[in-house]
């Protein structure tokens, strides 16, 4: 089974900064998708960013971009000029591309806060 | 395009009760899944459903169950209810069978007393 690992349970950045999110996880797939959702005390999840396992170049949007590193099974999320909106629960989950399931492994979550 | 549409948002039942959560998904995405979202125990996987049937289930008693009608929409039923059961319930739609990206929705927020 996969398991997803956040190990930072908060997280504190100055606006405008810049702050990194950790994720690692553990799995003996070779193909798979790994995410990035922010919840935000609305509760909806909210898709930040996605990376296809099968591609070796970071994905990126806008102010956030990951650190896709396969072999040490480390995907972290990089929130650049961080604005007070990005206040949030931030949850790394996993999904195997085997298969048609949807299943999503998460994380246990890093709250975020921005502050002045 | 709507979004994922949760119904109701919150509900407070009793011990022993049931409860029947409904989950309209986004025009055209054909899979369902359902989360239950606990401060103990995190975001876990209850089911998915894809065509009206289940492809995946996840780790809950079999007082959890559910169903997909022809027009997509899901429900989640959980009976007699206990404490434990208190929780927020998510649900997520993916299109098609290969889609990647589930939207969700902003949940059933479900207390029981």
């Known amino acids: 089974a996969q398991t997803v690992t956040q190990s930072q349970p908060e997280m504190s950045v100055q606006e405008a900064e810049t702050v990194t999110l950790s994720c690692t996880y553990d799995?003996?797939?070779?193909?798979?998708?790994l995410f990035w959702y922010k919840q935000p005390p609305s509760r909806q999840m909210i898709l930040v960013i996605r990376?296809?396992?099968?591609?070796?170049q970071n994905a990126t949007e806008n102010r956030f971009s990951v650190n896709f590193q396969k072999a040490a099974k480390s995907f972290s999320l990089k929130i650049s000029d961080s604005q007070l909106g990005d206040a949030a629960m931030y949850f790394c989950a996993y999904r195997s591309a085997s298969g048609t399931a949807s299943k999503l492994t998460f994380g246990t979550g890093t709250r975020l806060q921005v502050t002045l | 395009k709507a979004g994922v549409t949760q119904t109701p948002r919150y509900l407070i039942k009793t011990r022993g009760q049931q409860v029947t959560l409904s989950c309209s998904p986004i025009s055209g995405h054909r899979s369902v899944s359902w989360y239950q979202q606990t401060p103990g125990q995190g975001l876990q996987f209850l089911f998915e459903?894809?065509?009206?049937?289940?492809?995946n289930k996840g780790n809950f008693p079999g007082r959890f169950s559910g169903r997909q009608f022809s027009n997509s929409r899901s429900e989640m039923n959980v009976s007699t209810l206990e404490l434990g059961d208190s929780a927020l319930y998510l649900c997520?739609?993916?299109?098609?069978?290969?889609?990647?990206?589930?939207?969700f929705g902003q949940g059933t927020r479900l207390t029981v007393v």
């Open positions: 990376q296809e396992a099968y591609k070796q």
């Open positions: 459903y894809f065509s009206e049937t289940q492809r």
């Open positions: 799995t003996s797939e070779s193909d798979y998708y």
């Open positions: 997520a739609s993916t299109q098609g069978a290969f889609g990647t990206e589930a939207f």
